[in-house]
């Protein structure tokens, strides 16, 4: 059974925090996401990376960073937390190009 | 800009009807075609890919695609309370990363 795991499903942090948001997939996918969802706006890709350490911005890069030093964990960065980056974060991983996306079961984080 | 246009609804339908969700989809390199259920807090969940042109059946579950007209619909047979969700549609051009519609509310009252 495919498996996504994100290391909290809820977090409440202070404003100017520094948050790390980890992900473990066990399917040996190659392509591992970073998305957040808000009402109204869908989702929105942070960043995404195809390789071990390989990484690209997506549509809302400013304010993350990403790390991947192995091939199953993707970290997804808040370098010092603002309250408009309350959201659920939704981390994904798939494997070549064209396939589907399995996704985790979100981080919903609130920044005070 | 690629686009994936889905009617945010909410879509209300009585139990133990059909319920049909669509999806239109302007890049017409889109070779793959997937639809994720979300429940209320949850995160997106895959129920249905779809590749080529026609009907793609999983027991209540039919993906119907139309690559000439640029669309795709779930049709959902005999729906359930417990299918009241969001639905999404992602469309991919055989790239890294697929383009997803902003879903449409279902809600299947008893």
């Known amino acids: 059974d495919v498996k996504v795991t994100q290391s909290s499903r809820y977090l409440v942090k202070r404003t100017g925090e520094k948050v790390f948001l980890e992900c473990v997939q066990d399917m040996d996918h190659e392509n591992m996401f970073w998305y957040r969802q808000d009402p109204g706006l869908g989702l929105r890709l942070i960043y995404f990376?195809?390789?071990?350490?390989?990484?690209e911005k997506g549509d809302i890069p400013e304010g993350y960073s990403v790390s991947r030093e192995k091939k199953e964990r993707f970290s997804l960065i808040l370098e010092s937390a603002s309250t408009n980056q309350t959201s659920m974060y939704l981390c994904?991983?798939?494997?070549?190009?064209?396939?589907?996306?399995?996704f985790g079961p979100g981080t919903r984080l609130t920044v005070l | 800009q690629k686009e994936v246009e889905q009617n945010s609804g909410p879509l209300s339908v009585p139990e133990g009807a059909i319920a049909s969700l669509n999806c239109t989809y302007s890049d017409r390199g889109s070779q793959s075609f997937f639809w994720y259920r979300q429940y209320s807090g949850k995160s997106p969940e895959l129920i249905m890919s779809?590749?080529?042109?026609g009907d793609k059946e999983d027991g209540r579950f039919t993906a119907q695609l139309n690559k000439a007209s640029q669309y795709v619909s779930l049709l959902i047979r005999d729906s359930q309370p417990s299918d009241s969700a969001t639905y999404l549609c992602a469309v991919n051009r055989g790239s890294y990363i697929p383009t997803f519609g902003r879903g449409t509310s279902l809600i299947v009252h008893p």
């Open positions: 994904a991983s798939s494997s070549g190009q064209g396939g589907e996306q399995f």
């Open positions: 990376s195809y390789d071990v350490k390989m990484k």
């Open positions: 779809i590749y080529s042109n």
